[in-house]
């Protein structure tokens, strides 16, 4: 691990205001005048809490409600893709190549930055005895790198729920007194809420992890690549994206409305389309220099994102848990028994496709 890396286990200290910080989000949008535009009042909350200037604030909050909408549109084209009888590797290889165009980065390039974004270290092959062979994007590469993709996607979806098992039911209720926050999170876990309310919510979710980050809550590292803008907004849209659609997908195995396997396929569709809306958007700021940022990098161990990302991902997971009322909360307790056995047959049989897509996406850069 890098020495400079956050640990997993942040100081009690920073975990109990990050914790507080969001469950205040979220009581703040339960009890919002909803006849203010969304983007106005998360800038506001930018201004006040995060010490952004009017302008910057507006601007990011425009980005966190655009990433959070883009991402829930790809998870809808994908499943569409799918039911089509299409595979989710080919999906990964047409927007790919989309990006790509659109961006002015290479293939593997993208397919290096949605590495990043679905919490994976880009490490080089120290033990290489020699120069490998440079791993080119064609007809025949392009299935191989993203089967490995989407292979190394549900390992990393399944390994990350797996994590949240004991974070997600067994901690102390919050909010129980603000019936507003409740029914919101409620209505939100039971699928009832409107997508223009969803987003609201896991866009206000964003703001609060970015403000978290300002705050350094997620540690120094941490806060010095947000303040340099090595990590963008788009980081932060991607894990409220993830962090609350997983515990809604695990709400609805422990209902009967998915079973387990179901699930499984819909966790990773949500991170595989999280992960490429961030690799979009990322290569599009970045444009001709993204490569050199990539490389950056491969560095033998674990970028500081990562890391702040599982504690995020746990710290949404359970802060929605925490504030549901107690038949949602035993739904998500009953989610988590049915669907971990088949998370675990998953992270076992995909561990070794992790190695392969980063080994490939190694060899494009040189390493």
Same mark, same amino acid.
């Given at each position: 691990?890098?020495?400079?890396?956050?640990?997993?286990?942040?100081?009690?200290?920073?975990?109990?205001?990050?914790?507080?910080?969001?469950?205040?989000?979220?009581?703040?949008?339960?009890?919002?005048?909803?006849?203010?535009?969304?983007?106005?009042?998360?800038?506001?909350?930018?201004?006040?809490?995060?010490?952004?200037?009017?302008?910057?604030?507006?601007?990011?909050?425009?980005?966190?409600?655009?990433?959070?909408?883009?991402?829930?549109?790809?998870?809808?084209?994908?499943?569409?893709?799918?039911?089509?009888?299409?595979?989710?590797?080919?999906?990964?290889?047409?927007?790919?190549?989309?990006?790509?165009?659109?961006?002015?980065?290479?293939?593997?390039?993208?397919?290096?930055?949605?590495?990043?974004?679905?919490?994976?270290?880009?490490?080089?092959?120290?033990?290489?005895?020699?120069?490998?062979?440079?791993?080119?994007?064609?007809?025949?590469?392009?299935?191989?790198?993203?089967?490995?993709?989407?292979?190394?996607?549900?390992?990393?979806?399944?390994?990350?729920?797996?994590?949240?098992?004991?974070?997600?039911?067994?901690?102390?209720?919050?909010?129980?007194?603000?019936?507003?926050?409740?029914?919101?999170?409620?209505?939100?876990?039971?699928?009832?809420?409107?997508?223009?309310?969803?987003?609201?919510?896991?866009?206000?979710?964003?703001?609060?992890?970015?403000?978290?980050?300002?705050?350094?809550?997620?540690?120094?590292?941490?806060?010095?690549?947000?303040?340099?803008?090595?990590?963008?907004?788009?980081?932060?849209?991607?894990?409220?994206?993830?962090?609350?659609?997983?515990?809604?997908?695990?709400?609805?195995?422990?209902?009967?409305?998915?079973?387990?396997?179901?699930?499984?396929?819909?966790?990773?569709?949500?991170?595989?389309?999280?992960?490429? +809306?961030?690799?979009?958007?990322?290569?599009?700021?970045?444009?001709? *220099? /993204? !490569?050199?940022? &990539? $490389?950056? =990098? @491969?560095?033998?161990?674990?970028?500081?994102?990562?890391?702040?990302?599982?504690?995020?991902?746990?710290?949404?997971?359970?802060?929605?848990?925490?504030?549901?009322?107690?038949?949602?909360?035993?739904?998500?307790?009953?989610?988590?028994?049915?669907?971990?056995?088949?998370? +675990?047959?998953?992270?076992?049989?995909?561990?070794?496709?992790?190695? *392969? /897509? !980063?080994?490939? &996406? $190694?060899? =494009? @850069?040189?390493?």
């Amino acid at each position: 691990m890098n020495p400079n890396s956050p640990s997993t286990h942040a100081p009690q200290q920073e975990q109990q205001a990050l914790m507080e910080l969001l469950s205040h989000s979220i009581l703040r949008y339960a009890e919002r005048d909803g006849t203010q535009p969304l983007t106005d009042w998360l800038a506001h909350s930018l201004e006040q809490e995060g010490q952004l200037a009017p302008q910057a604030a507006h601007s990011l909050a425009s980005d966190f409600v655009a990433h959070i909408g883009r991402s829930h549109q790809l998870r809808s084209e994908l499943q569409q893709h799918q039911q089509q009888k299409k595979s989710r590797a080919s999906w990964l290889a047409e927007k790919i190549e989309e990006i790509a165009v659109k961006t002015g980065a290479s293939p593997v390039e993208v397919a290096a930055a949605t590495t990043l974004f679905s919490d994976q270290a880009l490490q080089a092959n120290a033990n290489q005895a020699s120069q490998p062979a440079k791993l080119e994007w064609n007809r025949i590469t392009r299935l191989q790198v993203a089967q490995e993709l989407e292979q190394s996607q549900q390992h990393q979806a399944a390994q990350s729920l797996l994590q949240q098992v004991q974070t997600l039911v067994h901690d102390p209720e919050l909010l129980q007194q603000s019936p507003k926050a409740s029914q919101l999170v409620d209505d939100y876990l039971q699928g009832k809420l409107p997508l223009n309310e969803t987003t609201g919510l896991q866009a206000t979710l964003a703001t609060a992890t970015d403000i978290a980050a300002r705050k350094g809550l997620l540690g120094e590292e941490f806060q010095k690549e947000r303040e340099t803008g090595k990590i963008g907004p788009e980081w932060f849209s991607r894990h409220s994206f993830t962090g609350t659609e997983n515990v809604r997908i695990i709400h609805a195995a422990g209902t009967g409305k998915l079973n387990p396997t179901t699930a499984m396929n819909v966790i990773t569709d949500t991170a595989t389309s999280a992960a490429i +809306g961030a690799a979009e958007i990322f290569c599009g700021r970045l444009g001709g *220099s /993204v !490569g050199a940022v &990539i $490389a950056g =990098f @491969f560095t033998g161990g674990n970028p500081v994102g990562i890391m702040a990302g599982q504690i995020i991902g746990k710290a949404i997971g359970s802060t929605l848990a925490r504030i549901a009322q107690t038949p949602v909360r035993k739904a998500i307790q009953k989610g988590m028994e049915a669907i971990k056995n088949v998370a +675990g047959n998953v992270v076992r049989k995909t561990v070794g496709a992790v190695k *392969s /897509v !980063g080994k490939s &996406i $190694a060899s =494009f @850069f040189g390493f």
